[in-house]
């Protein structure tokens, strides 16, 4: 596609407009674009934002798209700096998107573009130099600054002095013009588009207090002669680097997993022509039918099953399966997994959106673009509170310049630097985004980032039972046996007929069994009865029939039967009768546990019967089930408990699921749930592991307390420094060290969220 010649910002103006017009061919906008669903005419577009630094931008970048035409809504995520576009061909195009971006001081690529890591990579190598630089020019300074600390009045000459002036001025100018260089761009841009952001204060404090000292080291008996802030300069930028180095590896773990997951598909494949041959072709030309060969290393392109050759498969980020998975023919593998062993020739089943790799990235991308309800309240306040930062600083250089305006112009400087609002606009999209990639890699995706604080309150947990509790087989249970008789010897003899037959109750007596089915011989079926066969190999041949009471002459049992039942019997007669119910998903008793010892309430709904319901709940370790109800009943029975105060989290996967995980305060879906179910939830199990449930909510419980703590460091840095500055105790280079400090331990402290406990 034509988007992999844009550049970031480095073409001419018309070079720019001539590759954007580019992207306007409807062939091109609908590679990165999809139909928005139950909107007839609608697309939704995902954007990779280049240049948002702080919480204001993300409302620069809404305002800036959503004035275009036949835009109808636009979502930011200043944290993962991705943009969500609702819009409708006709009067808006692509180019017009990224020429409004331009104007507002920012570019874009489509989420997903294959060499969007190319700039990413070019962008986080400059801040690395410009972070070293400062770095190396802080050490330099900091040595020169030394002497004026702890020297005596009069043990350095004027002389001396002004060298070392002059050494920290040149050693300081490479800081300013290279290592400065994003603030200062940014904080022009926002100027220029008659907004605050969070590097205009930035930019102001170290322009201030450069500006001071140049003019006291040109002019050392002029009113600024008395004091310089190169030390503090430089320190301010290099910790004010540091935390934004920390803040970029951290979305490059979490928000970063996304384009990873984008990117995986591989440009192109090999298909097999009529000769036999194998031809390389563009991934976007495969069609439904095609085989194609995956070479050890290569990952698969397309949902399809194996025809020929065994292989390990990787599914892990795709479904969170750890261990790799064995493939043969007659295998199902999906895109975007990962061959590791042999070569596997596969023939293509769905393509493009078709696949559960499309659906996977399209809820990834819903999520990249979510803010958490705090970091909205965070953006909304960013403006105000920069703008009361400036007035602030301005108030208390009036105070003080009558007294001494060296000591204003360090107070100003002071105040615009220990109240930079990082820490506060960290605090919980750094949060939310660690914990979400740590569940990402475990395999649970998550849809909504506002469902992490929903998360954490609920306490009650609603579980369905078909397809959720259970698995999609039934379970055997011996109930009877002739005396004398083997009960593992009867086993084997029912599978060896059940074998020959597609019945699921046959199904079940061959899974069932451990080990190998004996063989059979001479089968027949009786419609309506049963199977009759004979043993292969045995030296009577003996004479086996499977199924009903009546065909298999069993005697009368004392307790009615819950489930269906089949039976067996030989020459002689009754044998033996089998039970089955639904199996209950082995994790399930081990979930449910956990969750009650979080001190959830845990309830099973269902609309199979009654008894079936209950039985089903006591092998589960569920106190409180209900069965027989439909649909409607689930959801006023959710609505009851919310009446009753209680917040509810539901766990389903089927379509009569819908409206009640629509209904409840957090939702979750497995991974083979129907479309349906999978967008109206908030949590999405990949991997359909119950064990998945508990621990996100625990991660939820965790993300909220890590915000919690965030927010508390970051007001009481605030209601501790801010005085100190006004009051004119905290120099320049204290207050750099107090701000970079205070978001370092924010992201630091979000960081720990990246690990979920006792993951691998």
Known sequence: MQTATLALGSEP????????????????????????????????????????????????????????????????????????????PGRTRPSAWMAALQRAGYTALPAGDMLLAAPRLQAQRLMLWRWLVA??????????AVPAYVAGPGEIT??????????????????????????????????????????????????????????????AAGPWGAEVWYDSVTMFVFFLLSGRLLEQRLRDRTAGSLEALMRRLPDSVER??????????????????????????????????????????????????SAPLQRSAGGAVIAGSHNLSGVLLVRVERVGAETRYASIVALMEQASVQKPRLAQVADRIASPFLLGVLLASAAAALWWWPVDPAHAISVAAAVLIVTCPCALSLATPAATLAAAGALARRGVLVRRLQALEAGASVDTVVFDKTGTL?????????????????????????????????????????????????????????AGHGLQGQIAGAAAGRVLRLGSAAFCGAPPQDTPAHGPQVHLADEQGWLASFEFEEALRPDARPAVGRLQAMGLRVQLLSGDQAGAVLRLAARAGIDEAYGQRTPEDKLAHVRSLQLRGRRVVMVGDG?????????????????????????????????????????????????RSVVRQNLLWAAVYNAVCVPL??????????????MAASSLLVVLNSARLARLPGAA
Do not use: K
């Open 13 to 88: 103006v018309a070079a720019l407009n001539a590759a954007w017009a580019a992207l306007d061919e409807r062939a091109e906008w609908e590679d990165f674009s999809r139909p928005v669903a139950g909107r007839d005419g609608w697309w939704e577009t995902y954007l990779a934002i280049d240049g948002m630094h702080c919480a204001a931008c993300s409302l620069t970048v809404e305002e800036a798209l959503g004035q275009l035409p036949d835009v109808d809504g636009v979502q930011v995520n200043g944290a993962t700096a991705m943009a969500r576009l609702v819009w409708r």
């Open 135 to 144: 770095g190396f020019c802080m050490m330099q300074v900091m040595m020169y």
């Open 158 to 219: 004027p002389d001396v002095q002004a060298l070392l002036r002059w050494a920290s001025w040149v050693l300081t100018l490479p800081v300013v013009l290279f290592s400065c260089w994003p603030f200062f761009a940014t904080a022009l841009r926002d100027l220029r588009g008659r907004r605050i952001g969070m590097d205009v204060p930035v930019a102001l404090g170290i322009l201030i207090t450069f500006g001071a000292s140049t003019a006291a080291t040109f002019d």
């Open 272 to 321: 097999q022509v009529a000769d036999g041959q194998y031809e390389r072709v563009a991934l976007r030309r495969l069609v439904v039918g095609d085989l194609v060969r995956v070479l050890p290393g290569e990952v698969i392109p397309a949902d399809g099953t194996v025809t020929a050759g065994d292989s390990r498969v990787d599914e892990a980020l795709l479904t969170g399966e």
């Open 470 to 526: 259970t698995e999609d087989r039934m379970a055997v249970l011996m109930r009877r046996v002739r005396p004398g008789i083997d009960p593992g010897q009867v086993l084997h003899l029912a599978a060896a007929l059940a074998q020959h037959s597609h019945h699921p109750v046959s199904r079940a007596i061959v899974q069932a069994v451990a080990g190998t089915v004996p063989g059979a011989e001479n089968i027949t079926e009786i």
């Open 655 to 703: 379509m009569n699921d819908g409206p009640v995980l629509a209904c409840a305060d957090l939702s979750v879906a497995m991974g083979h749930a129907v479309p349906l179910a999978q967008a109206r939830s908030d949590f999405v199990v990949l991997g359909s592991r119950l064990a998945d449930v508990p621990a996100l909510l625990l991660q939820a419980r965790r993300t």
């Open 725 to 738: 500055a006004v009051l004119g105790f905290m120099p320049p280079w204290l207050a750099g060290l107090g």
